[in-house]
């Protein structure tokens, strides 16, 4: 039997240890100091030994974790006021994790005025470097530089562009985890949360939607809301229990059973006087933590007392027992001495946690005097020491401690503490930066608040911290003097420019400009800058405005503007005018024209339009120049420009063939590199390609995709990839879906035209079209053109070519709508302007004009090509009615081709249409697919006459690629076919061409 020293206070006769107990206690090394006075007396330390009335929590944290070693990872907030449990629930429970093999990881948001990026997840990944777990660079692979945001010994020497999203981060931080504990899994604990930035939530949110399959679980408290900040933290957790991703655990005071209990725990009694449960239940109202100092606070002052083996309360009435907590800390505090209350009250100052080397200076006190104070301070529970420092014992400690100094002294303290720590850390590196402005703002010195929160801000900018920037920034915005107003505006503009909040950034920048007087440098940067948000926002006549002035203004780079203004002509469809500046860019940038440095992310821009225009007309061409990108991009480690050119060539040859796959192939090199955001980009584009091709069920699971990946990291795309999941769900005659889908994309964007326009014009139109409704069809396209082009168009569906077409067959007024488009740069799209040719043959047959007919038509057939065989066929079939009717044209041969090919494809209904038109010509009419003979073995066996067309293929040797060329299928529908007949005959893939050869013979 040995002593539990930890636990003995004042006249208390020595117990056996409690294993329990000093677990419990493991992170509070607090001795007693016998022998002292009673005024003088550090308060005992009262912890108690075990877990109370938290049995059902506590299992069902438990089974959260034995299913998460075993690969079924979640995310639960506990959340409830301060004090009421969460951290001693989670140690209780992260205890038996750590005995299990299981890595426990843990880090904590902190009050401040402007919170630290990422600082929960740095600590919590800083512990795990301590303890020796980190992997090795190669498990991470491309992942590990973005990891340098967390851990700083990872930063690589050059900041990574184009991987500031939370996606690529949260990825990284995902491999992170599960390396660290391949067989037994970790635990992530996220603490005080309320206090988060916003890079830390988004980063939460990312891991808690994609937990399920990994072995992780990650615990987060979380205050109440209300209770101080925590809003957001509060929202995310709702959030993310509404969509499963998370579950909540709140927390509530506990009952008066569990009150008694959890007294009598704490003084290791069986029973004490009723008295004392009174007073006990009176104060601490339920909360675990008040029950602990109420106690603590009795014992103190001598009016709980143990003789005998029995607790004795002396008169409980009394006032000499503080009534609320605030009162237990002052007392404590003035039973200290002067000196020492001095170095807790600059302690408190500088933060709940605090670097006690500063104490000194900024008390003038010596370090053993400091010391003194700290041993007191920690007596006297105010506040604890642990292996990374001092901290005071509770957020609610630190609060009380601070609000009982005066006025004066407060701001007194704060300028000495500012001192201090500008001399020991004369560059104010990382979190000292925003501890200094909060301190200089409580010392009263506001403009240098607000210059150390621009530098913080702007180190936050450098991060790609976009919302910290913001936050950082507008607070430093209120502060500063005049001299720095307009460096927290251009670091303003900066930020809103970055992250897409291009009215923001206009405003801001315009307003800026106004203050900067006469032309400078300076304000033509400013003019670029407000030039890109425009032009991320497809506001091409204010990003040429400003573009101009900048042109105008001395000193800013040439080949700059001219990128910038080559990027506004191809958005407006100046193609010409687009390849000639970019050109001018170009070899400016590359050579480092007047005097100035080499710009390769300028010439990478060049090149970029460069080949966006030669997509237009020379493909080759555009290939060489976004080819001449991507070496450059890789030549200068610039990520994000590299990305952008594999992208552009993976666009290249979807236009020469039907085919997506150099599409997907950037697809799978964005998510090997990590870049998940582009990724979703690039799944929309397969999807809006699908779609044009009507690969319905291809282009449905893309969508789903872009739309799934958008919706966890808050991506612009996603209402687009909701239009193109119902534009899927209309190609397959799913109209309940559809509009489903169109109700939530246009809830996202109630006032994007876009949106609404391919909601009317692409998704219900397409609907219609293929019911048969021709009018329906046509109404509904007005609608959506009516919409799309109210704005200069930044997208050219198809049906803007569509709508003309129909307009002329239909007899309403065509040329009109093909003006509109034709103005709006629609055309741009060769599709668009194919099919606003064959409008145009329509026209021009109909008042008997044969050969400006015929000769359009070919013009029009020419233009389509072989790109999207569905349109050509379906534009040749509404052709060959006019025809038909106004004696044209080759109405016949056209209509049998789009019957066989509308047939082939399953599309029933049009080849139907096709089918009946045919009849009214007189000339022979082909069977209906399904009306062919499937042969009676292959029928018996369930196989469909698709499947035994495919067979019939398989008999010649083709490929699937081939059987896709010849049936105008997909080779995925083709690989399904095959597979279902695999399964449905029992044979293997070489068997099928003897056994389809037995049949037919
Ligand atoms: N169910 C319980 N049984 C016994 N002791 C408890 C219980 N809940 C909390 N305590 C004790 O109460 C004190 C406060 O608890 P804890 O620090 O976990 O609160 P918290 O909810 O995390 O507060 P904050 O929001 O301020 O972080 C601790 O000393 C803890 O040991
Ligand atoms: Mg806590």
């Not at 089974?63 to 301060?82: D, I, Y």
């Not at 290939?623 to 994000?640: K, P, S, T």
Request: charged share 25%; glycine share 10%; with cysteine.
């Amino acid at each position: 039997m040995h002593v539990c020293t930890r636990h003995r206070w004042r006249g208390r006769p020595a117990r056996p240890a409690n294993p329990s107990r000093r677990e419990a206690t493991a992170d509070y090394l607090v001795w007693a100091k016998p022998g002292r006075r009673a005024d003088t007396d550090p308060v005992p330390q009262v912890l108690c030994p075990v877990l109370v009335g938290r049995d059902e929590e506590a299992r069902r944290l438990r089974a959260a974790l034995t299913a998460a070693g075993t690969g079924r990872g979640s995310t639960v907030f506990l959340v409830g006021e301060a004090g009421i449990g969460k951290s001693r629930l989670i140690r209780e429970v992260t205890r038996t994790a750590g005995e299990s093999g299981l890595a426990v990881l843990a880090g904590r948001a902190v009050a401040g005025g402007a919170p630290t990026p990422f600082r929960p997840f740095a600590e919590a990944l800083t512990s795990a470097g301590r303890a020796g777990r980190l992997p090795s660079s190669q498990e991470l692979g491309p992942f590990r530089p973005v990891l340098g945001r967390l851990i700083p010994e990872w930063r690589p020497p050059q900041p990574v562009p184009g991987e500031e999203s939370p996606v690529f981060l949260g990825e990284a931080v995902l491999r992170l985890l599960r390396a660290l504990a391949p067989q037994a899994g970790c635990v992530l604990v996220l603490e005080d949360l309320h206090w988060a930035d916003q890079e830390t939530l988004a980063l939460l949110e990312y891991l808690a939607d994609n937990l399920t399959a990994e072995r992780v679980l990650c615990l987060v408290t979380l205050r109440e809301a209300g209770y101080e900040q925590g809003g957001e933290a509060a929202a995310l957790a709702s959030a993310l229990a509404a969509r499963g991703s998370a579950a909540l655990l709140s927390l509530g005071r506990l009952g008066p059973a569990a009150m008694a209990d959890m007294t009598r725990a704490c003084l290791d009694a069986a029973d004490l006087p009723a008295a004392v449960h009174e007073f006990v239940a009176g104060r601490a109202e339920g909360i675990p933590f008040l029950v602990e100092e109420v106690l603590a606070g009795l014992i103190a002052e001598g009016t709980l007392a143990e003789r005998d083996g029995r607790w004795h309360a002396a008169d409980l009435s009394a006032p000499g027992v503080p009534a609320t907590f605030a009162d237990a800390i002052r007392r404590r505090l003035d039973g200290m001495s002067a000196e020492s209350r001095r170095v807790i009250g600059a302690a408190a100052v500088l933060g709940r946690r605090f670097d006690w080397t500063l104490l000194g200076p900024v008390t003038g006190l010596a370090d053993p005097a400091v010391v003194a104070a700290l041993r007191d301070g920690v007596g006297l529970q105010l506040v604890v020491a642990n292996r990374d420092g001092f901290r005071f014992r509770h957020a609610l400690t630190h609060e009380a401690v601070l609000a009982g100094l005066l006025p004066p002294e407060r701001t007194m303290l704060a300028g000495q503490a500012l001192a201090a720590a500008e001399a020991a850390h004369p560059d104010l590196p990382g979190a000292w930066c925003t501890l200094a402005a909060d301190l200089a703002g409580r010392a009263g010195d506001a403009a240098r608040a607000g210059a150390l929160l621009l530098e913080a801000g702007r180190r936050d900018l450098a991060a790609g911290a976009l919302a910290s920037a913001e936050h950082t920034l507008t607070g430093a915005r209120g502060l500063v003097g005049p001299a720095l107003q307009t460096s927290v505006d251009e670091a303003l503009t900066e930020v809103f420019a970055m992250s897409g909040q291009v009215d923001r950034a206009i405003e801001t920048g315009r307003m800026l400009l106004a203050r900067l007087g006469p032309p400078s440098p300076r304000a033509a940067h400013l003019h670029l800058e407000i030039a890109r948000a425009a032009i991320a926002g497809a506001r091409w006549a204010e990003a040429a405005a400003s573009i101009e002035v900048a042109r105008e203004s001395a000193g800013a780079s040439a080949a700059q503007i001219d990128a910038c203004a080559a990027q506004v002509a191809a958005g407006r469809g100046r193609l010409e005018e687009a390849d000639r500046l970019a050109r001018a860019a170009l070899r400016a940038a590359e050579s480092g024209h007047e005097g100035q440095r080499a710009q390769p992310e300028v010439a990478c821009e060049a090149l970029e339009v460069i080949g966006r225009v030669a997509r237009q007309r020379d493909l080759e061409a555009a290939e060489q120049a976004f080819a001449r990108a991507a070496d450059l991009a890789a030549a200068h480690g610039l990520r994000l420009w590299r990305l952008r050119a594999l992208h552009e060539l993976g666009t290249i040859d979807q236009l020469r063939t039907e085919s997506v796959d150099r599409l997907e192939q950037a697809r799978e090199l964005a998510v090997a590199q990590g870049a998940l955001a582009l990724t979703a980009t690039l799944d929309l584009q397969i999807a809006a390609r699908l779609n044009k091709q009507f690969r319905a069920d291809e282009a449905l699971a893309a969508a789903r995709r872009s739309a799934d990946a958008s919706r966890r990291f808050h991506l612009a795309t996603l209402p687009m990839a909701l239009i193109f999941e119902a534009t899927a769900h209309a190609i397959r005659g799913e109209e309940g879906p559809m509009e489903d889908r169109i109700a939530e994309a246009v809830a996202l964007a109630p006032d994007d035209q876009d949106v609404l326009g391919c909601a009317w014009g692409h998704c219900r139109a397409t609907f219609c079209l293929l019911a048969g409704d021709l009018g329906a069809a046509h109404a509904r396209m007005t609608t959506g053109a009516g919409l799309l082009l109210s704005s200069p168009a930044t997208i050219a569906p198809p049906f803007l070519g569509l709508w003309p077409l129909l307009g002329a067959l239909l007899g309403r007024d065509s040329d009109a709508a093909a003006a509109r488009v034709r103005a709006a740069h629609g055309t741009r799209h060769l599709v668009v302007a194919a099919l606003i040719g064959y409008a145009d043959a329509v026209c021009a047959g109909r008042p008997g004009g044969t050969a400006a007919a015929e000769s359009a038509f070919d013009a029009a057939d020419r233009q389509m090509g072989p790109l999207v065989a569905w349109y050509r066929q379906y534009a040749r079939r509404l052709a060959a009615e006019a025809a038909l009717a106004d004696g044209w044209g080759e109405p016949v041969a056209w209509l049998r081709e789009a019957s066989a090919y509308f047939a082939a494809r399953g599309d029933d209904r049009v080849a139907a249409a096709c089918r009946a038109l045919l009849r009214r010509t007189g000339a022979p009419v082909p069977r209906p697919a399904g009306d062919r003979d499937v042969p009676g073995p292959l029928r018996a066996l369930g196989v469909t006459e698709r499947e035994a067309d495919v067979l019939r293929l398989v008999a010649q040797g083709l490929g699937n690629r081939e059987i896709a060329e010849r049936m105008f299928l997909s080779p995925r529908t083709v690989e399904k076919h095959v597979a279902s007949l695999l399964v449905k005959t029992g044979l293997r893939r070489g068997q099928l061409a003897g056994y389809s050869a037995g049949l037919d013979g």
